[in-house]
């Protein structure tokens, strides 16, 4: 590629391309149907199709539209979106927007208008096989030369298109692994969990990768009514161009506890602070109360995409853990102090009930040594001790005659 490549970034609907199908482009704004659209044909045949324009901007004013033709192909952080070339910068036979025929050079629509724009697409004899990609722009601002589209800031928030996804038969290769599975992280603290998944496609034709997430599952054997979830994986379409990566994500959010971001102007609670992460709050799901996610968790990837001309089928398997333990610190430290404060509780209480038993029954209390008497006494404030009669007292006994008698006085 030269120095002259340009990267255009386009709005939102047009990044999200690669993970979006089967809906018109809508904002307020212009709208575009279909978004994007997939052709197979050989060297030398004419395709023919239409795009439908629908003026539905806020200013209500009449607009001229000026359509641009680019190549792109998938960028290099894995992301999907996507770089587009220079008009220049492909050959004939590589430049699918070479091959794109328009039927004018703008188009003008007024408030509420819906036109239809024609376009064929002629496959040159010495076309690459395999897929080509390109998209039809159209922009609120005539096209400009290459340098002054370099020297000038050029807005390009007013671009929005269709992109068009062409195999050409031939010496076709459908080669594409599974990279990478894991989740963004081995620990969770709460849900949230995400799924990554590295998908390369190392062919000439463009990839559509579709299967499932089956959390709870150690692989595709297991029981798939006991999973905890069923998860879609590139449930909307994402497409993988030819000779490229990407990264795929899937979320699983079906928990107790959840973790979600700050909306703008929110702030943390005193809740947020002490159990959630900076920026985000904890929110309770008291629909899924059954659902408390504590644990070590498996999730098996099941996907199917080309091969070599057949379909075929690779799973993969990550394991993940689940701990709130901020909260369950909490309420291990609350049920520490609460045990601590029943036995002081209990205790405190006992020793009043035992002073009172002392002070009814004298239990306890120290014995004085009466002066007369010679023997201990109980104070005359505790309750009398019981007198007992005095025993009789009898002479004592005498020795008896010469007969062995003895005599006992009365």
């Not at 062409?166 to 949230?192: H, L």
């Not at 029981?223 to 905890?228: I, S």
């Amino acid at each position: 590629m030269n120095t002259k490549k340009l990267f255009y970034l386009l709005p939102l609907g047009i990044i999200l391309f690669l993970c979006s199908a089967g809906f018109a482009q809508s904002s307020r704004g212009l709208i575009l149907s279909p978004p994007i659209q997939k052709y197979q044909a050989d060297p030398g045949q004419t395709i023919e199709g239409i795009v439908t324009l629908t003026h539905d901007y806020l200013a209500q004013d009449p607009v001229t539209l000026y359509p641009i033709l680019r190549d792109f192909t998938a960028s290099s952080d894995d992301g999907g979106s996507p770089e587009f070339y220079n008009e220049d910068e492909l050959p004939l036979s590589a430049s699918l927007a070479k091959w794109i025929a328009l039927p004018a050079a703008s188009v003008d629509l007024q408030y509420q208008e819906q036109i239809k724009v024609p376009y064929s697409i002629t496959i040159p004899l010495d076309a690459a096989p395999g897929s080509h990609s390109a998209a039809i722009l159209f922009r609120n601002t005539p096209p400009l030369d290459d340098q002054r589209e370099e020297d000038s800031n050029v807005s390009i928030n007013s671009e929005v298109g269709i992109l068009l996804f062409v195999t050409v038969s031939g010496d076709i290769e459908q080669k594409a692994s599974i990279v990478s599975y894991t989740t963004d992280r081995p620990f969770y603290e709460y849900a949230p969990i995400n799924f990554l998944v590295d998908f390369e496609n190392t062919g000439n034709v463009y990839q559509q990768p579709f299967g499932e997430i089956w959390v709870g599952a150690e692989s595709s054997a297991s029981n798939k009514e006991k999973n905890l979830a069923t998860l879609p994986f590139n449930e909307k379409g994402g497409t993988v161009l030819a000779n490229s990566k990407r990264k795929f994500e899937t979320t699983w959010s079906d928990s107790f506890f959840l973790l979600l971001p700050l909306e703008d102007g929110e702030n943390q609670s005193l809740w947020d602070i002490l159990f959630a992460e900076s920026g985000k709050k904890l929110v309770l799901d008291w629909n899924n109360l059954s659902h408390l996610r504590i644990g070590k968790f498996p999730a098996t990837l099941v996907m199917s995409f080309n091969q070599d001309g057949q379909k075929t089928m690779q799973e993969k398997v990550a394991w993940f853990f689940v701990l709130p333990w901020r909260i369950l610190l909490a309420l291990v430290l609350l049920i520490i102090g609460f045990l601590l404060l029943i036995k002081v509780i209990l205790k405190v209480t006992g020793r009043r009930k035992e002073e009172e038993i002392k002070r009814k029954y004298g239990v306890g209390v120290p014995q004085q040594q009466d002066p007369q008497q010679g023997y201990p006494y109980l104070p005359p404030q505790y309750p009398p001790q019981p007198q007992y009669p005095p025993q009789p007292q009898y002479p004592p006994q005498q020795q008896g005659g010469a007969g062995g008698g003895f005599y006992q006085g009365q």
